[in-house]
């Protein structure tokens, strides 16, 4: 996951990421938005890393991004059609909070969701955490591929999976060592 302000370079760190990583470009603010999307997709299909644009379908589909990534807040105000259209050839993920966001994650197809936080994060300062046991208690009973979000290490990543995460996701996961 980018992040404007602890992932300032996102294209720097997709050039350093290891096969079968991939990115999710937030960036949501950055007057370099499109910028940043173009160079980030010729990175990671030169590196083959999973690309996914996060809240701007047409965006994904403009870069020729893997898929799109919608948060979901965005997901309950938005007109969903579109999207799915879009995105029918993509990968289309979405986070959750809950097990509200993962019924609507289900209910429109998506491949995948983001659960968190998982742990207490920086992002996101003083807000509930699942917890671990938790989180592995909604993972497996998902139909959904569920990845950890928020708070999470690699250190975590074993005993995540062990729970029923399909894998782990973070800002600050490529700081450590992979």
């Known amino acids: 996951m980018t992040d404007e302000t602890r992932l300032p370079d996102p294209v720097a760190v997709a050039q350093t990421l290891p096969p079968t990583w991939g990115l999710i470009l937030r960036h949501y603010e950055s007057p370099r938005r499109r910028q940043l999307a173009h160079a980030l997709s010729t990175v990671c299909k030169a590196r083959r890393l999973v690309l996914l644009i996060a809240g701007d379908w047409r965006l994904a589909c403009e ?5 799109v990534h919608m948060p979901e807040g965005q997901l309950r105000h ?3 059609s579109p999207l799915l259209n879009a995105t029918r050839t993509r990968l289309l993920t979405t986070s959750a909070h809950g097990p ?4 609507l994650a289900t209910a429109i197809g998506a491949d995948a969701v983001f659960l968190s936080p998982v742990k ?6 003083g807000a509930p955490s699942l917890g671990v046991l938790p989180f ?4 497996r009973q998902s139909r959904l591929p569920i990845y950890a979000l928020g708070g999470v290490t690699n250190s975590d990543s074993q005993r995540l999976n062990s729970l029923g995460a399909a894998g782990i996701a973070g800002i600050s996961l490529v700081q450590e060592n992979f």
Not at 63 to 67: D, I, S
Not at 120 to 125: I, L
Not at 136 to 139: K, Q, Y
């Open 63 to 67: 870069t020729k991004a893997n898929g």
């Open 78 to 80: 938005e007109a969903v």
């Open 100 to 103: 509200r966001g993962i019924r």
């Open 120 to 125: 207490p994060t920086e992002s996101h300062a």
């Open 136 to 139: 592995g208690a909604v993972a």
